[in-house]
Protein backbone atom coordinates (compact mmCIF):
# COMPACT_ATOMS: atom_id res chain seq x y z
CA UNK A 1 0.00 0.00 0.00
CA UNK A 2 1.50 3.84 -1.03
CA UNK A 3 2.53 6.01 1.10
CA UNK A 4 -0.72 7.97 0.13
CA UNK A 5 -3.09 5.09 0.74
CA UNK A 6 -1.81 4.65 4.12
CA UNK A 7 -2.42 8.26 4.83
CA UNK A 8 -6.44 8.03 3.43
CA UNK A 9 -6.47 4.41 6.02
CA UNK A 10 -5.47 6.57 8.87
CA UNK A 11 -8.07 9.55 7.93
CA UNK A 12 -10.75 7.35 7.55
CA UNK A 13 -10.21 6.26 11.27
CA UNK A 14 -11.70 9.35 12.04
CA UNK A 15 -14.19 10.07 8.87
CA UNK A 16 -17.04 11.41 10.78
CA UNK A 17 -15.42 14.70 11.78
CA UNK A 18 -13.51 14.87 8.35
CA UNK A 19 -16.90 14.62 6.49
CA UNK A 20 -18.99 17.26 8.88
CA UNK A 21 -15.53 19.75 8.45
CA UNK A 22 -16.59 19.34 4.37
CA UNK A 23 -19.80 19.65 4.80
CA UNK A 24 -19.86 22.79 6.99
CA UNK A 25 -16.77 24.22 4.61
CA UNK A 26 -19.00 23.58 1.51
CA UNK A 27 -22.07 25.65 2.57
CA UNK A 28 -19.83 28.25 3.94
CA UNK A 29 -18.26 28.31 0.57
CA UNK A 30 -21.68 28.65 -1.46
CA UNK A 31 -22.59 31.48 1.15
CA UNK A 32 -19.63 33.26 0.36
CA UNK A 33 -19.00 33.33 -3.55
CA UNK A 34 -23.02 33.93 -3.57
CA UNK A 35 -22.12 37.82 -2.85
CA UNK A 36 -20.77 38.26 -6.31
CA UNK A 37 -23.93 37.11 -7.61
CA UNK A 38 -25.95 39.57 -5.40
CA UNK A 39 -23.74 42.66 -6.29
CA UNK A 40 -24.59 41.72 -10.27
CA UNK A 41 -28.32 41.60 -9.06
CA UNK A 42 -28.25 44.99 -7.51
CA UNK A 43 -25.80 46.17 -10.34
CA UNK A 44 -28.21 45.53 -13.44
CA UNK A 45 -31.38 45.09 -11.73
CA UNK A 46 -31.73 48.26 -9.90
CA UNK A 47 -28.48 50.73 -10.21
CA UNK A 48 -27.97 50.55 -13.96
CA UNK A 49 -31.84 50.82 -15.03
CA UNK A 50 -32.25 53.65 -13.10
CA UNK A 51 -29.55 56.04 -14.40
CA UNK A 52 -31.17 59.50 -14.55
CA UNK A 53 -33.67 58.63 -12.71
CA UNK A 54 -34.63 57.91 -9.16
CA UNK A 55 -33.40 55.01 -7.44
CA UNK A 56 -35.84 52.14 -5.46
CA UNK A 57 -33.82 51.86 -2.04
CA UNK A 58 -36.14 49.02 -0.85
CA UNK A 59 -35.31 46.76 -2.96
CA UNK A 60 -31.40 47.13 -3.18
CA UNK A 61 -31.81 47.26 0.93
CA UNK A 62 -33.26 43.63 1.06
CA UNK A 63 -30.66 42.31 -1.09
CA UNK A 64 -27.80 43.80 1.06
CA UNK A 65 -29.43 42.27 4.15
CA UNK A 66 -29.19 38.91 1.89
CA UNK A 67 -25.90 39.96 1.23
CA UNK A 68 -25.18 40.55 5.05
CA UNK A 69 -27.17 37.37 6.01
CA UNK A 70 -24.55 34.96 3.61
CA UNK A 71 -21.46 36.86 4.88
CA UNK A 72 -22.68 36.03 8.74
CA UNK A 73 -23.14 32.26 7.48
CA UNK A 74 -20.28 32.22 5.64
CA UNK A 75 -18.07 33.46 8.55
CA UNK A 76 -19.98 30.65 11.32
CA UNK A 77 -19.92 27.71 9.08
CA UNK A 78 -16.06 28.39 8.56
CA UNK A 79 -15.41 28.68 12.15
CA UNK A 80 -17.31 25.82 12.89
CA UNK A 81 -15.58 23.58 9.67
CA UNK A 82 -12.50 24.61 11.23
CA UNK A 83 -13.11 23.24 14.60
CA UNK A 84 -14.28 19.76 13.17
CA UNK A 85 -11.27 19.19 10.54
CA UNK A 86 -8.20 20.53 13.15
CA UNK A 87 -10.21 18.34 15.80
CA UNK A 88 -9.91 15.45 13.52
CA UNK A 89 -6.68 16.54 12.29
CA UNK A 90 -5.33 16.30 15.43
CA UNK A 91 -6.76 13.13 16.44
CA UNK A 92 -5.21 10.87 13.55
CA UNK A 93 -2.08 12.24 14.40
CA UNK A 94 -2.68 11.49 18.12
CA UNK A 95 -3.44 7.99 17.13
CA UNK A 96 -0.51 7.57 14.88
CA UNK A 97 2.00 8.59 17.75
CA UNK A 98 0.46 6.47 19.55
CA UNK A 99 1.02 3.51 17.23
CA UNK A 100 3.94 3.99 16.27
CA UNK A 101 5.39 4.38 19.78
CA UNK A 102 3.46 1.30 20.79
CA UNK A 103 5.12 -0.16 17.91
CA UNK A 104 8.63 0.64 18.79
CA UNK A 105 7.55 -1.20 22.33
CA UNK A 106 7.18 -4.41 20.13
CA UNK A 107 10.29 -4.24 17.95
CA UNK A 108 13.11 -6.86 18.85
CA UNK A 109 16.63 -5.57 20.93
CA UNK A 110 18.07 -6.49 17.72
CA UNK A 111 16.78 -3.37 16.13
CA UNK A 112 18.04 -1.14 18.41
CA UNK A 113 21.22 -2.41 17.89
CA UNK A 114 21.23 -0.99 14.32
CA UNK A 115 19.63 2.40 14.53
CA UNK A 116 20.25 5.35 17.12
CA UNK A 117 18.19 6.26 19.90
CA UNK A 118 17.43 9.80 18.51
CA UNK A 119 17.02 8.79 15.28
CA UNK A 120 13.48 6.07 16.63
CA UNK A 121 13.16 9.92 18.19
CA UNK A 122 12.65 12.02 15.38
CA UNK A 123 10.38 9.33 13.57
CA UNK A 124 7.84 9.21 16.74
CA UNK A 125 8.30 13.31 17.23
CA UNK A 126 9.31 15.22 14.53
CA UNK A 127 8.14 13.53 11.39
CA UNK A 128 4.57 12.93 12.98
CA UNK A 129 4.70 16.72 13.65
CA UNK A 130 5.37 17.02 9.69
CA UNK A 131 2.20 14.45 9.40
CA UNK A 132 -0.16 16.91 11.13
CA UNK A 133 1.14 19.61 9.08
CA UNK A 134 -0.67 17.84 6.51
CA UNK A 135 -3.60 17.41 8.14
CA UNK A 136 -4.18 20.35 10.24
CA UNK A 137 -3.21 22.65 6.89
CA UNK A 138 -2.54 21.01 4.02
CA UNK A 139 -6.09 18.82 3.57
CA UNK A 140 -7.94 22.06 4.98
CA UNK A 141 -6.20 24.46 2.87
CA UNK A 142 -6.32 21.84 -0.33
CA UNK A 143 -10.16 21.20 0.73
CA UNK A 144 -11.15 25.08 0.77
CA UNK A 145 -9.28 25.64 -2.21
CA UNK A 146 -10.75 23.09 -4.55
CA UNK A 147 -14.39 23.65 -3.44
CA UNK A 148 -13.71 27.63 -3.72
CA UNK A 149 -12.57 26.75 -7.15
CA UNK A 150 -15.01 24.47 -8.01
CA UNK A 151 -17.61 27.45 -6.80
CA UNK A 152 -16.08 29.89 -9.03
CA UNK A 153 -15.73 28.12 -12.09
CA UNK A 154 -19.88 27.16 -11.56
CA UNK A 155 -20.51 31.20 -11.29
CA UNK A 156 -18.45 31.50 -14.44
CA UNK A 157 -20.16 29.11 -16.10
CA UNK A 158 -23.30 30.52 -15.36
CA UNK A 159 -22.33 33.74 -16.09
CA UNK A 160 -20.49 33.26 -19.44
CA UNK A 161 -19.60 29.56 -20.46
CA UNK A 162 -16.97 31.05 -23.17
CA UNK A 163 -14.94 32.67 -20.43
CA UNK A 164 -15.08 29.94 -17.96
CA UNK A 165 -13.92 27.53 -20.56
CA UNK A 166 -10.82 29.51 -21.02
CA UNK A 167 -9.97 30.12 -18.01
CA UNK A 168 -10.24 26.15 -17.47
CA UNK A 169 -6.31 26.53 -18.70
CA UNK A 170 -5.32 27.12 -15.18
CA UNK A 171 -5.81 23.52 -14.14
CA UNK A 172 -3.71 21.58 -16.33
CA UNK A 173 -1.16 24.34 -15.74
CA UNK A 174 -1.49 24.12 -11.90
CA UNK A 175 -1.29 20.11 -12.20
CA UNK A 176 1.74 20.29 -14.13
CA UNK A 177 3.45 22.47 -11.91
CA UNK A 178 2.96 20.70 -9.11
CA UNK A 179 4.43 17.49 -11.08
CA UNK A 180 7.91 19.65 -11.76
CA UNK A 181 7.67 20.61 -7.67
CA UNK A 182 7.85 17.15 -6.65
CA UNK A 183 10.05 16.00 -8.86
CA UNK A 184 13.05 18.37 -6.94
CA UNK A 185 11.21 18.85 -3.81
CA UNK A 186 11.30 14.83 -3.17
CA UNK A 187 14.99 14.51 -3.46
CA UNK A 188 15.41 17.88 -1.44
CA UNK A 189 12.93 16.57 1.03
CA UNK A 190 14.34 13.57 1.29
CA UNK A 191 18.00 14.76 2.48
CA UNK A 192 16.54 17.18 4.91
CA UNK A 193 14.61 14.88 7.12
CA UNK A 194 17.46 12.69 6.65
CA UNK A 195 20.02 15.05 8.08
CA UNK A 196 17.48 16.45 10.73
CA UNK A 197 17.25 12.55 11.91
CA UNK A 198 21.21 12.56 11.83
CA UNK A 199 21.57 15.46 14.27
CA UNK A 200 18.61 14.14 16.64
CA UNK A 201 20.44 11.22 16.90
CA UNK A 202 23.95 13.06 17.30
CA UNK A 203 22.86 15.42 20.15
CA UNK A 204 21.31 12.62 21.72
CA UNK A 205 24.54 10.48 21.79
CA UNK A 206 26.65 14.02 22.87
CA UNK A 207 24.43 13.91 25.87
CA UNK A 208 24.75 11.05 26.71
CA UNK A 209 28.60 11.19 26.88
CA UNK A 210 29.58 14.17 27.56
CA UNK A 211 31.59 13.49 30.26
CA UNK A 212 33.89 11.08 27.81
CA UNK A 213 33.70 13.98 25.01
CA UNK A 214 35.21 16.54 27.99
CA UNK A 215 37.36 14.35 29.73
CA UNK A 216 39.21 13.83 26.32
CA UNK A 217 38.61 17.08 24.86
CA UNK A 218 36.80 16.17 21.86
CA UNK A 219 34.54 19.16 21.59
CA UNK A 220 35.92 20.64 18.42
CA UNK A 221 35.65 16.78 16.80
CA UNK A 222 32.07 16.66 17.63
CA UNK A 223 31.53 20.46 16.79
CA UNK A 224 32.97 19.95 13.14
CA UNK A 225 30.97 16.72 12.51
CA UNK A 226 27.68 18.33 13.75
CA UNK A 227 28.60 21.34 11.76
CA UNK A 228 28.99 19.12 8.68
CA UNK A 229 25.38 17.70 9.10
CA UNK A 230 23.89 20.89 9.65
CA UNK A 231 25.92 22.61 6.91
CA UNK A 232 23.98 19.73 4.37
CA UNK A 233 21.14 20.04 6.09
CA UNK A 234 21.00 24.15 5.63
CA UNK A 235 22.56 23.81 1.73
CA UNK A 236 19.40 21.41 1.06
CA UNK A 237 17.21 23.84 2.45
CA UNK A 238 18.06 26.53 0.90
CA UNK A 239 17.57 24.60 -2.53
CA UNK A 240 13.41 23.91 -1.31
CA UNK A 241 13.68 27.69 -0.41
CA UNK A 242 14.53 28.66 -4.24
CA UNK A 243 11.64 26.13 -4.98
CA UNK A 244 9.01 27.05 -2.93
CA UNK A 245 10.15 31.01 -4.23
CA UNK A 246 9.79 29.98 -7.34
CA UNK A 247 6.80 27.88 -7.21
CA UNK A 248 4.79 30.18 -4.95
CA UNK A 249 3.87 34.14 -5.34
CA UNK A 250 6.53 34.13 -8.60
CA UNK A 251 4.26 31.48 -10.25
CA UNK A 252 0.88 32.69 -9.27
CA UNK A 253 1.36 36.53 -10.35
CA UNK A 254 2.56 34.67 -13.73
CA UNK A 255 -0.36 32.60 -13.81
CA UNK A 256 -2.46 35.80 -13.12
CA UNK A 257 -1.52 38.33 -15.29
CA UNK A 258 -2.05 35.82 -18.29
CA UNK A 259 -5.98 35.29 -16.94
CA UNK A 260 -6.34 39.31 -17.42
CA UNK A 261 -4.79 39.24 -20.87
CA UNK A 262 -7.39 36.61 -22.11
CA UNK A 263 -9.80 38.17 -20.38
CA UNK A 264 -9.23 41.63 -21.56
CA UNK A 265 -8.78 40.01 -25.25
CA UNK A 266 -12.63 38.33 -24.84
CA UNK A 267 -14.29 41.44 -23.47
CA UNK A 268 -12.24 43.97 -25.73
CA UNK A 269 -13.10 41.65 -28.88
CA UNK A 270 -16.40 41.19 -27.91
CA UNK A 271 -16.96 45.23 -27.49
CA UNK A 272 -14.84 45.50 -31.18
CA UNK A 273 -16.73 43.82 -33.12
CA UNK A 274 -20.24 44.73 -31.07
CA UNK A 275 -20.97 40.98 -30.64
CA UNK A 276 -20.89 39.21 -27.01
CA UNK A 277 -21.33 42.62 -24.97
CA UNK A 278 -22.17 42.00 -21.11
CA UNK A 279 -23.91 43.88 -18.60
CA UNK A 280 -22.34 46.38 -15.89
CA UNK A 281 -23.21 43.70 -13.30
CA UNK A 282 -21.69 40.80 -14.80
CA UNK A 283 -18.65 42.42 -16.06
CA UNK A 284 -17.87 43.52 -12.21
CA UNK A 285 -19.41 39.63 -11.16
CA UNK A 286 -16.62 38.48 -13.70
CA UNK A 287 -13.47 40.53 -12.09
CA UNK A 288 -14.62 39.75 -7.99
CA UNK A 289 -14.43 35.77 -9.47
CA UNK A 290 -11.10 36.36 -11.57
CA UNK A 291 -9.92 37.68 -8.22
CA UNK A 292 -11.31 35.28 -5.95
CA UNK A 293 -9.81 32.79 -8.10
CA UNK A 294 -6.20 33.35 -7.37
CA UNK A 295 -6.41 33.20 -3.76
CA UNK A 296 -7.38 29.54 -3.46
CA UNK A 297 -4.79 28.98 -6.29
CA UNK A 298 -1.83 30.56 -4.14
CA UNK A 299 -3.32 28.70 -0.78
CA UNK A 300 -2.86 25.42 -3.28
CA UNK A 301 0.85 26.05 -4.34
CA UNK A 302 1.89 27.50 -1.21
CA UNK A 303 1.00 24.50 0.40
CA UNK A 304 3.21 22.34 -2.15
CA UNK A 305 5.92 22.63 0.70
CA UNK A 306 4.43 20.89 3.46
CA UNK A 307 2.75 18.79 1.28
CA UNK A 308 5.92 17.31 -0.06
CA UNK A 309 7.78 17.98 3.44
CA UNK A 310 4.56 15.15 4.87
CA UNK A 311 4.53 12.72 2.65
CA UNK A 312 8.39 12.39 3.29
CA UNK A 313 7.98 12.67 6.72
CA UNK A 314 5.12 9.50 6.08
CA UNK A 315 7.26 7.59 4.03
CA UNK A 316 9.74 7.30 6.97
CA UNK A 317 7.07 6.51 9.89
CA UNK A 318 5.83 3.83 7.63
CA UNK A 319 9.08 2.12 7.18
CA UNK A 320 9.50 2.70 11.07
CA UNK A 321 6.06 0.43 11.17
CA UNK A 322 6.64 -1.70 8.61
CA UNK A 323 9.44 -3.01 10.89
CA UNK A 324 8.75 -6.73 12.17
CA UNK A 325 7.57 -6.57 15.79
CA UNK A 326 5.99 -9.43 17.91
CA UNK A 327 2.59 -8.15 19.78
CA UNK A 328 2.90 -7.61 23.71
CA UNK A 329 0.71 -10.68 25.25
CA UNK A 330 -0.90 -9.84 28.66
CA UNK A 331 -1.22 -13.93 29.32
CA UNK A 332 0.05 -14.43 32.86
CA UNK A 333 1.42 -17.82 33.64
CA UNK A 334 1.68 -19.61 36.98
CA UNK A 335 5.12 -18.44 38.86
CA UNK A 336 7.50 -21.28 37.56
CA UNK A 337 10.01 -22.69 40.16
CA UNK A 338 12.83 -22.11 38.35
CA UNK A 339 14.55 -25.14 36.44
CA UNK A 340 17.08 -23.92 33.98
CA UNK A 341 18.52 -25.64 31.05
CA UNK A 342 20.93 -24.93 28.18
CA UNK A 343 21.11 -27.47 26.27
CA UNK A 344 23.11 -27.28 23.26
CA UNK A 345 22.80 -24.09 22.82
CA UNK A 346 24.61 -21.84 19.92
CA UNK A 347 23.97 -18.26 19.52
CA UNK A 348 25.48 -15.75 16.30
CA UNK A 349 24.65 -11.70 15.96
CA UNK A 350 25.34 -12.05 12.84
CA UNK A 351 25.11 -14.69 10.14
CA UNK A 352 27.39 -17.57 11.20
CA UNK A 353 29.87 -15.52 13.42
CA UNK A 354 29.16 -17.41 16.70
CA UNK A 355 29.14 -15.77 19.91
CA UNK A 356 28.13 -18.92 21.96
CA UNK A 357 29.21 -22.21 20.79
CA UNK A 358 27.92 -25.61 22.72
CA UNK A 359 26.66 -23.96 25.39
CA UNK A 360 25.43 -26.66 27.88
CA UNK A 361 24.91 -26.43 31.40
CA UNK A 362 21.73 -26.82 34.60
CA UNK A 363 20.50 -24.23 37.35
CA UNK A 364 18.50 -26.10 39.27
CA UNK A 365 15.39 -24.41 41.07
CA UNK A 366 17.31 -22.33 44.18
CA UNK A 367 20.52 -22.72 43.16
CA UNK A 368 23.05 -19.66 42.42
CA UNK A 369 25.32 -19.77 38.82
CA UNK A 370 28.12 -17.32 38.27
CA UNK A 371 29.15 -16.69 34.72
CA UNK A 372 32.89 -15.69 34.47
CA UNK A 373 35.63 -15.04 31.84
CA UNK A 374 37.16 -12.14 29.67
CA UNK A 375 35.23 -9.36 28.18
CA UNK A 376 33.40 -10.86 25.15
CA UNK A 377 33.52 -14.26 26.36
CA UNK A 378 29.69 -14.43 26.27
CA UNK A 379 28.62 -14.02 29.47
CA UNK A 380 26.08 -11.19 28.96
CA UNK A 381 25.18 -13.06 25.92
CA UNK A 382 23.86 -15.87 27.80
CA UNK A 383 21.94 -13.64 30.29
CA UNK A 384 20.35 -12.12 26.84
CA UNK A 385 18.89 -15.56 25.47
CA UNK A 386 17.79 -16.44 28.55
CA UNK A 387 15.86 -13.35 28.83
CA UNK A 388 15.05 -13.82 25.08
CA UNK A 389 16.24 -10.23 23.96
CA UNK A 390 17.73 -12.52 21.25
CA UNK A 391 17.01 -15.99 20.59
CA UNK A 392 18.98 -19.07 20.23
CA UNK A 393 20.68 -20.17 16.62
CA UNK A 394 20.74 -23.46 17.62
CA UNK A 395 19.99 -26.15 20.41
CA UNK A 396 17.18 -24.64 23.48
CA UNK A 397 17.10 -23.73 26.38
CA UNK A 398 14.09 -24.50 28.91
CA UNK A 399 12.57 -23.82 31.97
CA UNK A 400 10.86 -26.51 33.68
CA UNK A 401 11.22 -28.89 31.35
CA UNK A 402 9.53 -25.94 28.83
CA UNK A 403 11.46 -24.50 26.05
CA UNK A 404 11.13 -20.85 26.00
CA UNK A 405 10.76 -20.54 22.65
CA UNK A 406 7.17 -22.22 23.36
CA UNK A 407 5.99 -18.78 25.24
CA UNK A 408 5.72 -15.16 24.45
CA UNK A 409 8.47 -13.14 25.80
CA UNK A 410 6.21 -11.23 27.82
CA UNK A 411 5.70 -14.99 29.74
CA UNK A 412 9.37 -15.85 30.21
CA UNK A 413 10.15 -12.64 31.59
CA UNK A 414 7.09 -12.42 33.93
CA UNK A 415 8.83 -14.10 36.75
CA UNK A 416 12.53 -13.30 36.16
CA UNK A 417 14.30 -9.93 37.79
CA UNK A 418 17.46 -8.08 36.65
CA UNK A 419 19.99 -5.82 38.21
CA UNK A 420 22.28 -3.85 35.88
CA UNK A 421 25.74 -3.25 36.30
CA UNK A 422 24.59 0.22 35.66
CA UNK A 423 20.91 0.46 36.62
CA UNK A 424 18.49 2.70 34.78
CA UNK A 425 16.67 4.83 36.59
CA UNK A 426 13.25 6.80 34.78
CA UNK A 427 11.97 10.17 35.51
CA UNK A 428 9.74 10.25 38.72
CA UNK A 429 10.95 9.66 42.23
CA UNK A 430 12.47 6.45 44.32
CA UNK A 431 8.86 4.93 45.04
CA UNK A 432 7.77 5.00 41.10
CA UNK A 433 11.61 3.54 40.13
CA UNK A 434 10.64 0.73 42.23
CA UNK A 435 7.24 0.09 41.43
CA UNK A 436 7.75 1.25 38.00
CA UNK A 437 4.41 2.26 37.71
CA UNK A 438 3.00 -1.49 38.72
CA UNK A 439 -0.62 -1.68 40.50
CA UNK A 440 0.39 -5.02 42.29
CA UNK A 441 3.04 -3.14 43.44
CA UNK A 442 1.85 -1.19 46.28
CA UNK A 443 3.59 2.10 48.58
CA UNK A 444 4.10 -0.59 51.38
CA UNK A 445 5.69 -3.45 49.06
CA UNK A 446 8.43 -0.45 48.09
CA UNK A 447 9.36 0.38 51.48
CA UNK A 448 9.54 -2.74 52.75
CA UNK A 449 11.83 -3.91 49.36
CA UNK A 450 14.13 -1.04 50.28
CA UNK A 451 14.26 -2.20 53.97
CA UNK A 452 14.91 -5.77 53.29
CA UNK A 453 18.16 -4.50 51.08
CA UNK A 454 19.18 -2.16 53.32
CA UNK A 455 18.20 0.77 51.55
CA UNK A 456 17.13 3.18 54.34
CA UNK A 457 21.20 3.30 55.27
CA UNK A 458 21.73 4.83 52.39
CA UNK A 459 18.49 6.88 51.06
CA UNK A 460 17.56 8.54 54.75
CA UNK A 461 19.35 11.17 53.88
CA UNK A 462 17.55 12.02 50.96
CA UNK A 463 15.09 15.10 52.04
CA UNK A 464 11.62 13.50 50.46
CA UNK A 465 12.19 9.65 51.49
CA UNK A 466 10.95 7.36 48.60
CA UNK A 467 8.80 10.41 47.70
CA UNK A 468 12.42 11.87 46.23
CA UNK A 469 12.38 13.20 42.96
CA UNK A 470 14.66 11.04 40.34
CA UNK A 471 15.66 12.94 37.14
CA UNK A 472 16.74 11.34 34.08
CA UNK A 473 18.70 8.07 34.72
CA UNK A 474 19.09 9.01 38.18
CA UNK A 475 21.96 11.42 37.56
CA UNK A 476 21.47 13.40 41.32
CA UNK A 477 21.68 9.99 43.38
CA UNK A 478 24.93 8.54 43.77
CA UNK A 479 25.92 4.58 42.33
CA UNK A 480 25.16 3.16 45.27
CA UNK A 481 22.01 4.67 45.89
CA UNK A 482 20.60 4.08 42.23
CA UNK A 483 21.85 0.92 42.98
CA UNK A 484 20.37 -0.14 45.73
CA UNK A 485 16.64 1.44 43.83
CA UNK A 486 17.66 -1.34 41.48
CA UNK A 487 17.78 -4.09 43.80
CA UNK A 488 14.92 -3.07 46.00
CA UNK A 489 12.67 -3.08 42.43
CA UNK A 490 13.76 -6.61 41.65
CA UNK A 491 12.73 -8.17 44.77
CA UNK A 492 9.47 -6.08 45.01
CA UNK A 493 8.46 -7.99 41.79
CA UNK A 494 9.45 -11.07 43.65
CA UNK A 495 11.32 -13.20 40.21
CA UNK A 496 11.46 -17.07 40.13
CA UNK A 497 14.55 -16.33 38.88
CA UNK A 498 17.41 -13.44 39.46
CA UNK A 499 20.07 -12.14 37.01
CA UNK A 500 22.60 -9.77 38.52
CA UNK A 501 24.30 -8.60 36.06
CA UNK A 502 28.08 -7.10 36.95
CA UNK A 503 25.87 -5.71 40.03
CA UNK A 504 28.80 -4.79 42.22
CA UNK A 505 31.57 -3.59 39.81
CA UNK A 506 30.98 -0.21 40.14
CA UNK A 507 30.52 0.01 44.14
CA UNK A 508 32.65 1.70 46.28
CA UNK A 509 34.20 -0.74 49.24
CA UNK A 510 32.01 1.32 52.15
CA UNK A 511 28.67 0.61 50.18
CA UNK A 512 29.60 -3.26 49.23
CA UNK A 513 28.72 -4.08 52.18
CA UNK A 514 25.30 -3.09 51.66
CA UNK A 515 25.08 -4.43 48.57
CA UNK A 516 26.26 -7.95 49.49
CA UNK A 517 23.62 -7.91 51.78
CA UNK A 518 21.15 -6.91 49.43
CA UNK A 519 22.21 -9.80 47.01
CA UNK A 520 22.03 -12.17 49.77
CA UNK A 521 18.58 -10.73 50.39
CA UNK A 522 17.38 -11.15 46.86
CA UNK A 523 18.83 -14.77 46.30
CA UNK A 524 16.95 -16.73 49.25
CA UNK A 525 14.84 -19.04 47.32
CA UNK A 526 15.24 -18.34 43.61
CA UNK A 527 17.35 -19.44 40.88
CA UNK A 528 20.45 -16.95 40.58
CA UNK A 529 22.40 -15.81 37.68
CA UNK A 530 25.46 -13.96 38.69
CA UNK A 531 27.91 -12.37 35.85
CA UNK A 532 30.70 -11.15 38.06
CA UNK A 533 34.47 -9.68 37.60
CA UNK A 534 35.05 -9.89 41.66
CA UNK A 535 35.49 -13.43 42.06
CA UNK A 536 35.47 -13.01 45.60
CA UNK A 537 31.91 -12.48 45.66
CA UNK A 538 30.80 -15.97 44.08
CA UNK A 539 33.06 -17.73 46.16
CA UNK A 540 29.66 -19.11 47.94
CA UNK A 541 27.90 -20.21 44.01
CA UNK A 542 26.79 -23.86 43.92
CA UNK A 543 28.43 -23.66 40.17
CA UNK A 544 30.27 -21.51 38.22
CA UNK A 545 31.04 -20.96 34.33
CA UNK A 546 34.35 -20.03 33.04
CA UNK A 547 33.56 -18.82 29.78
CA UNK A 548 36.08 -18.22 27.12
CA UNK A 549 35.76 -17.63 23.56
CA UNK A 550 32.06 -18.12 23.61
CA UNK A 551 32.37 -21.89 25.16
CA UNK A 552 32.58 -23.02 28.67
CA UNK A 553 35.88 -23.61 29.38
CA UNK A 554 35.55 -24.99 33.14
CA UNK A 555 32.73 -26.04 35.19
CA UNK A 556 32.28 -26.49 38.94
CA UNK A 557 32.14 -24.87 42.66
CA UNK A 558 34.72 -22.42 43.78
CA UNK A 559 36.77 -25.49 45.99
CA UNK A 560 36.79 -27.76 42.77
CA UNK A 561 37.82 -25.10 40.38
CA UNK A 562 40.84 -24.13 42.84
CA UNK A 563 41.71 -27.58 42.60
CA UNK A 564 41.46 -27.80 38.93
CA UNK A 565 44.55 -25.67 38.34
CA UNK A 566 43.24 -23.60 35.24
CA UNK A 567 42.00 -20.61 34.48
CA UNK A 568 39.47 -19.90 37.27
CA UNK A 569 42.59 -20.66 39.48
CA UNK A 570 44.89 -18.22 37.72
CA UNK A 571 42.28 -15.56 37.75
CA UNK A 572 41.34 -15.52 41.15
CA UNK A 573 45.21 -15.93 42.34
CA UNK A 574 45.73 -12.10 40.61
CA UNK A 575 42.70 -10.82 42.19
CA UNK A 576 43.54 -11.88 45.58
CA UNK A 577 47.13 -9.90 44.85
CA UNK A 578 49.43 -13.00 45.52
CA UNK A 579 52.84 -12.50 44.41
CA UNK A 580 54.05 -15.16 41.71
CA UNK A 581 55.63 -17.48 44.75
CA UNK A 582 52.03 -17.84 46.24
CA UNK A 583 50.84 -18.59 43.05
CA UNK A 584 52.56 -21.26 42.77
CA UNK A 585 52.43 -22.80 45.53
Keep these: MGTGKRLVHY ?63 AAIFRYLQFIFLQKGANSIIKKMRNDVYGHVQTLPIRYFDNLPAGKVVSRITNDTEAIRELFFTVFSQFATSFMYMAGIYAALFYLDWKLAAIMLVLIPMLYGWMLIYRKFAARYNHVVREKLSDMNAMINESI ?31 KLLVLEAAASHNMVGVLRALIFILFIAYFGSGAISGEGMVTVGVLYAFIDYIIRLFNPISGIVNQFSRLEQALVAAERVFRLLDLQGEPVSDAKV ?83 GIVLQDPYLFTGTIESNVSLGDERITRKMVEDALEAVGGERVLKHLPNGIDEPVVEKG ?23 LILDEATSNIDTETEEIIQHAMNVLKKGRTTFIIAHRLSTIKNADRILVLDHGEIAEMGSHEELMKLGGQYHQMYKIQSGMSPAQQVG
Design 11 to 73: ALNFKGMLIWGLVLLAIAVAADLAAPLIAKEIIDEHIAPMQGGAVNFEPIAYLLVIFLAFGIV
Design 208 to 238: QGMTIIQAFRNEKNMKAEFEEMNNTHYQFQQ
Design 334 to 416: ARYRGNVRFEDVWFAYDAEEYVLKNIDFEAKQGETVALVGHTGSGKSSIMNLLLRFYDVSKGQITIDGININDMTRQSVREHM
Design 475 to 497: STLSSGQRQLVSFARALAFDPAI
